[in-house]
């Protein structure tokens, strides 16, 4: 039993040095990309469209997201508008075009 926790020491410390030898890497940087504009203000364009919707129709904003549709860009807006005599909200999906 000596010998053999003897061998796999000795193997562990050959693979632990083997290690040092490998040539090393070097490190790529890391580069972001330089222009996120419209992907950022279209969010906040549909968000902001949303906050209206939802304020005209007298509901809350579920969701406010960007989607192309028909090969034209538009927010599809969700809004929770209150149930009539206590019954729970009602989903509506509004679709409402860019810009």
């Known amino acids: 039993m000596k010998r053999l926790t003897l061998s796999l020491g000795t193997a562990l410390l050959a693979l632990s040095a083997g ?27 549909c968000y902001a469209v949303g906050q209206r919707v939802a304020a005209q ?23 929770l508008v209150p149930g009539k005599e206590g019954e729970r909200p009602r989903r509506a999906e509004i679709v409402v075009p860019q810009g």
């Open 19 to 45: 290690g040092l030898f490998v040539a090393p890497t070097r490190a790529v940087p890391l580069v972001a990309p330089a222009y996120t504009g419209p992907v950022v203000t279209v969010a906040a364009d």
């Open 57 to 79: 129709n007298g509901g809350t904003l579920a969701k406010a997201s960007a989607a192309t549709r028909g090969g034209q860009a538009v927010c599809v807006i969700v809004v």
